[in-house]
């Protein structure tokens, strides 16, 4: 086999659409080909999954020849195969069971317990394959196959064909890599009331929690050592907040383990979303839990705030009303929107705008009542950085032109909300190509702390524990 695994891409949507539709084919003639016939993979729904890293694709000479879509949607510790095709001219390669390994391998190490899925009882490349692989037919009756089961008999797969089949997955070992999400956030508005004595300002902002973002990998040592992996363009090793903040939890819990760190970027650098105290919080809570530290949300909070004033709001894992130098957080519950991110790829200095003459430091308090109406949407950071970096000024611009647009933090990222992620996607699609755009939704609670319950929940192998 000569294909490679990768994780997908916005852009592959319509590709992986067209696998989709051509794997379908092979059931003409077949009880069920009326519903799969009338059935199609909704774009909107694969460009949800993309964005939050549930789907790879099999790639052949830089073009997808098959996929696997993992649906997250079954509960705390079970992930289902929403979808996996291979184009029929790459059939009997062995590409579909590279997929379907890959994606069991990630989602044991994600903290998944369970792989569910529905197929078909008599054809060969579904039931028989699955059951090549560990997986096991289940009652259909579990209420846990209760809302994909209705589906299935809405859409007309004949039932007495239809089965649904599970597999286990064994608990990630100490000393082997888990997967944790760091999420994104906006700023949905950004003041600054004031200047404290020791030089720091007084913000207030409502901080809105995405579902899309890095993903950490982690991995227990028994020597004490704490590294990064992989190289990150302009961060060397020692001064990444990663390591830096599990150093400083090492250090706080007396722990006598070290870790690898490695971390896929998909924030952009620099761009006012979080991304390094996103960062840096997943390894507070995760190694929290990995090395068995014990440490409650506060005292993790306490540690986030030493490295970065955006990092407790991340480590608490709640969209929050945040004021102080951003510290002080009330949980805030907000509707479910949708958002265009786009990055104009301009590096916008935050310390520069801090010092900025023009930048207004003194604006009245704004109330969580005016928030909500409407009142208060302003980032004080936007007319500095207009007028002092032209490409975020532009994509202001352009954004606007289908609604209010809005810098997140102190950019250089903008966004707009949006009331579906169908105008999301409309809008995303128009992108120049000197940009780049993200639809993503908000998450009131983090993706992180989903993540953290799934491991919680499953049996723990024996660690080497911290010294008194």
């Known amino acids: 086999m000569t294909v490679r695994i990768e994780r997908a891409r916005p852009s592959q949507v319509d590709a992986l659409c067209a696998i989709e539709r051509a794997a379908v084919q092979l059931f003409r003639g077949h009880p069920a080909w009326a519903a799969y016939a009338a059935m199609a993979i909704p774009p909107e729904l694969l460009h949800g999954a993309i964005a939050r890293g549930l789907v790879w694709a099999a790639m052949e000479q830089g073009e997808p020849v098959g996929f696997v879509w993992l649906d997250d949607a079954l509960g705390p510790q079970a992930i289902g195969i929403g979808e996996l095709d291979v184009l029929p001219a790459y059939g009997g390669r062995g590409i579909g069971a590279a997929l379907l390994e890959h994606a069991c391998q990630w989602a044991r190490a994600a903290g998944y317990r369970q792989v569910h899925l529905g197929t078909l009882v008599d054809v060969p490349w579904n039931a028989p394959f699955y059951a090549k692989h ?24 004949p039932d007495n064909l239809r089965v649904f ?10 000393d082997e890599w888990s997967v944790w999400p760091a999420p994104a956030k906006l700023n949905l508005f950004l003041r600054i009331t004031g200047r404290r004595p020791d030089g720091y300002h007084e913000l207030q902002t409502v901080f809105r929690l995405l579902d899309w973002g890095d993903e950490l990998r982690l991995r227990v040592r028994a020597d004490g050592i704490i590294q990064r992996e992989g190289e990150l363009p302009g961060v060397p090793s020692d001064q990444d907040i990663t390591v830096r903040a599990a150093r400083l939890l090492q250090a706080r819990a007396g722990i006598m383990l070290g870790a690898d760190i490695g971390i896929d970027k998909r924030i952009p650098m620099g761009g006012g979303l979080g991304g390094g105290s996103s960062d840096a919080a997943t390894v507070l809570v995760a190694l929290n839990h990995l090395w068995g530290a014990g440490l409650d949300e506060d005292a993790l909070a306490e540690l986030g705030r030493q490295l970065g004033a955006d990092v407790p709001v991340f480590v608490r894992g709640r969209s929050a009303w945040a004021e102080g130098v951003g510290e002080l957080l009330t949980p805030i519950e907000l509707p479910r929107r949708h958002y265009v991110v786009l990055d104009p790829r301009e590096h916008v200095p935050t310390a520069a705008l801090f010092q900025a003459p023009e930048l207004t430091r003194n604006a009245p308090r704004a109330t969580i009542s005016s928030f909500v109406s409407g009142e208060t949407a302003e980032n004080a950071f936007e007319p500095v950085v207009r007028a002092r970096h032209p490409r975020v000024d532009a994509a202001l611009e352009w954004l606007g032109g289908f609604g209010r647009a809005k810098l997140s933090g102190s950019g250089g990222c903008v966004f707009l909300e949006t009331p579906s992620e169908l105008r999301a996607l ?20 983090s993706m992180l702390h989903r993540s953290l319950a799934r491991f919680q929940g499953a049996p723990q192998p024996e660690q080497v524990r911290h010294t008194t």
């Open 165 to 174: 089949m599970s597999r286990s997955l064994l608990p990630v070992a100490a």
């Open 426 to 445: 409309s809008i995303a699609a128009r992108c120049p190509d000197a940009w780049s755009a993200q639809v993503a939704a908000g998450a009131d609670r």
């Open 134 to 157: 560990g997986f096991s037919v289940v009652d259909k009756r579990d209420p846990a196959f209760a809302e994909a089961l209705a589906r299935d008999r809405e859409n007309g797969f």
